[in-house]
């Protein structure tokens, strides 16, 4: 297993230890208008995978080839699309400003682009008006990983710049359609892992890579070229859907569209030279590969300079439809990593974490197996990379679209860790507001107990216990949401100290 697909995985199960003391605060330390909220996402919460219309999306067909480490599918996940009023008036009785969702793209258009599903446009709009009757906020993502399955049998999804104008227009329909209600629209979740997971390592579907790099299943794919391409693709779709809103419907729905983007706060192994040279790289990599194009229209000159033609280059038009179409970013933060130098492995063949010439430190070796990578819970992280955005691009408006914590199945309803997990973090989103960061909201991940990426039903990240033995699914709020609902609701918050050990996984 190559380091990237160990840090999807582990960015999901989270290892580390907390380094900070607890603090208590209030949600009135924060703005007026901070946004406070939760989120899911489609393939993950609904199920109703084959219902009403539904077609297979790209994680349909990798799920059900038995790729899951539990063998598990999302056909019946939480159930939300039969249970959405439930799980909206458990939002409400916790005080959830706003709720953060994704629309199934192959619910709404099963064939990818044409005609719309009439039971998949039925779906969102009752879940939408559910909320609002609530008065909870919608935030919709238009993609969150689930490419519909017949595009990238026609053409191979985001290695295809005919997914450019897909995806602009399923975006069409979803504002024409749903744009009355929803003021708060991301297009893409995460691109960044899905370059990486799916394109480079192969951990992901469609499962691209290529020898020597990537997982070893791997049947397809350009490891050294694939990532760079499905990103140009990406940030291409992304700008044509957000030009799409600004010109035709901002001006009469009066909202904002954004993309989010998954950081990981990194620190230098030493103060050597080298080793504060490659952590810059990494985060031009990770952070700056969508980030750059985004505020100044191309690419960070590093990644230029070290991937070569390989990476694809803007056109003059390219570059001005990319640059600055947001009205804001959204950032997914859950660790801090430590970062080496590499030695530039002379001219031969890399892949796209070659050519960053840097490496995630590991831990020490154990009798057997590969190394640890360990990933540390260092709630600092988040004011740092939020005050690194701040100062390196302009200090754009930011959405905190997930943050969380997952805990193992033998944990209950009592997960005092995660309580102090979020607690910590909120203490240093606040920091960094008060140094000036233009941080706008704040979203849990998750809401309730889902079928998670790579690990199905083994982590749970949801503030709501959804107990998937019963088949009912009952819903059990944690400890963790009756804190956030005290805070949210200014209710006198205690903050149970947990007891957090210090572990590691591959």
């Known amino acids: 297993m190559g380091w ?26 924060f703005p007026p208008d901070f946004v406070f909220g939760a989120g899911t996402s489609a393939i993950q919460v609904e199920g109703a995978a084959a219902e009403d219309g539904r077609s297979p999306s790209i994680w349909d067909t990798y799920v059900r080839s038995g790729k899951m480490m539990d063998n598990s599918n999302f056909d019946i996940a939480a159930d939300q699309y039969h249970r959405y009023k439930e799980d909206v008036k458990l939002m409400s009785d916790m005080g959830l400003d706003a709720y953060r969702f994704s629309i199934s793209w192959t619910r709404l258009l099963p064939e990818g682009r044409g005609a719309i599903n009439p039971k998949g446009l039925q779906y969102y709009n009752n879940l939408i008006n559910e909320l609002i009757s609530y008065g909870i906020e919608p935030h919709v993502t238009l993609h969150h990983l689930d490419i519909p399955q017949v595009l990238e049998d026609e053409y191979e999804g985001w290695l295809s710049q005919k997914i450019v104008e897909d995806f602009r227009a399923y975006a069409d329909v979803c504002f024409r359609e749903f744009g009355d209600r929803v003021k708060y629209w991301s297009t893409l979740n995460e691109p960044n892992i899905v370059s990486l997971g799916a394109y480079d390592q192969g951990s992901m579907p469609p499962e691209h890579c290529s020898h020597p790099f990537g997982m070893q299943n791997c049947t397809a794919g350009n490891s050294s070229v694939e990532p760079y391409v499905a990103t140009h693709n990406q940030l291409l779709a992304h700008a044509e859907a957000a030009r799409l809103y600004m010109e035709k419907y901002q001006a009469k729905q009066n909202g904002w569209i954004g993309i989010s983007i998954y950081t990981f706060w990194m620190e230098p192994q030493t103060n050597k030279t080298e080793d504060v040279a490659a952590t810059q790289r990494a985060l031009d990599f990770m952070v700056g590969w969508f980030f ?36 804001f970013i959204g950032i997914n933060h859950y660790a801090t990593i430590t970062i080496a130098d590499k030695l530039r492995p002379g001219d031969g063949l890399r892949d796209y974490t070659g050519d960053m010439f840097a490496t995630f430190v590991q831990g020490n070796q154990s009798s057997s197996g590969p190394p640890p990578i360990v990933i540390s819970v260092t709630p600092s992280g988040i004011e740092r990379m939020l005050e690194y955005i701040q100062k390196t691009y302009g200090n754009p408006p930011i959405y905190v679209h997930e943050n969380g914590r997952g805990i193992g199945l033998n944990v209950k309803l009592e997960d005092y860790e995660r309580v102090d997990y979020l607690n910590s973090y909120l203490e240093f989103v606040l920091k960094a507001v008060r140094n000036g960061s233009n941080t706008k909201g704040y979203f849990v991940w998750s809401f309730l107990d889902m079928f998670e990426i790579l690990f199905g039903y083994q982590v749970k990240y949801g503030l709501i216990e959804v107990d998937f033995t019963d088949k009912n699914l009952p819903r059990h709020p944690r400890q963790s949401a009756h804190w956030y609902s005290d805070f949210l609701k200014r209710n006198n918050v205690k903050i149970e100290k947990a007891v957090v050990s210090s572990y590691q996984s591959t």
């Open 4 to 29: 990237a697909a160990s840090l999807l995985f582990l960015s999901l199960l989270l290892v580390g230890v907390l380094f900070q003391e607890t603090h208590q605060i209030s949600r009135d330390d």
């Open 292 to 327: 750059n194009p985004l505020v100044f229209g191309d690419y960070p000159e590093i990644m230029k300079k070290n991937a070569g033609s390989r990476l694809p280059a803007f056109t003059k038009s390219q570059s001005q439809l990319v640059k600055g179409a947001f009205d």
